[in-house]
């Protein structure tokens, strides 16, 4: 697998890169380049979905861990931002997304996974890492949105050099319109999470004969759901938004973050186990 994966991660890796690259020199100009992004993003999306396949696939074996989660997460933003740009003119999250697809596609090369057993790979257990995967990407774009709101807040009372990241913000719509954006990305990727929480107890309970394990992955997880739901609330009720409705949004992902891919990171890489 490494032969033939290395070679293809290589070039969607570098096609990541430049189209990144593209992007960041031609902001101004956004018309130069709308076409050749239609077309490249959904290609690279493939080629990277086909990449991931095989690595999860590997040796015949159903491998998973923090490596092919960051991959599949970044692969799905990347599929949102395209959709996302057909919309509204996010350009500038561009160059903040793809050169990390770049390095996501990359790390399943040195991060192969923990093989799932015979009896855990189940339809069940494809639906429930799918249902995440693609709740952490929908909250991967938002904490995005919340990044660039909070530096273009921070812009409106600091200029930022216009030939630097400041270059950026010339090609986002308004705060007002970002937020909107935010809290529409939030309420899909709450329920998605919901979702991921519901297909968990059922996975549980196929695995591990009860409904609910609580380790620290559910501990996090649930967390960053209530975050996320008292956030949503918040709007609703007391229409929370600015600084508050970022805070929350961080907080949400940060614990989302810790849930699954901080802990196998901790367990692959820090403590070298799987």
């Not at 995005?144 to 807040?153: E, Q, R």
């Amino acid at each position: 697998m490494h032969g033939f994966y290395g070679a293809g991660a290589a070039v969607v890796a570098a096609a990541y890169l430049v189209l990144a690259w593209v992007t960041w020199r031609t902001l101004e100009a956004p018309e130069r380049t709308a076409r050749w992004r239609a077309a490249l993003l959904p290609v690279l999306a493939a080629a990277h979905a086909v990449l991931l396949g095989m690595a999860i696939s590997s040796g015949g074996e159903f491998r998973f861990g923090f490596a092919q989660a960051l991959s599949a997460t970044l692969l799905l933003a990347v599929l949102v931002l395209w959709v996302e740009g057909m919309f509204v003119p996010v350009r500038g999250l561009d160059v903040l997304v793809l050169p990390a697809a770049a390095v996501c596609v990359l790390l399943p090369l040195g991060f192969q996974g923990a093989a799932i057993g015979a009896g855990v790979d189940s339809t069940a257990l494809r639906l429930h890492l799918l249902v995440a995967i693609a709740a952490y990407s929908l909250f991967t774009i938002a904490a995005l949105h919340a990044l660039l709101m909070a530096l273009l807040d921070r812009r409106l009372h600091s200029a930022l050099q216009a030939q630097g990241l400041g270059r950026i913000f010339g090609q986002l719509p308004s705060l007002l319109a970002l937020e909107k954006l935010l809290f529409q990305l939030i309420a899909v990727g709450f329920l998605l999470l919901t979702a991921t929480l519901v297909t968990g107890v059922f996975f549980s309970e196929q695995l591990f004969g009860r409904a609910l394990r609580f380790e620290h992955k559910t501990v996090f997880t649930i967390a960053s759901w209530l975050v996320f739901a008292g956030l949503l609330g918040g709007r609703f009720v007391f229409g929370w938004r600015g600084r508050t409705a970022l805070r929350w949004t961080f907080a949400g992902f940060l614990m989302l973050l810790l849930a699954y891919v901080g802990s196998r990171f901790v367990l692959e890489v820090i403590l070298g186990r799987v």
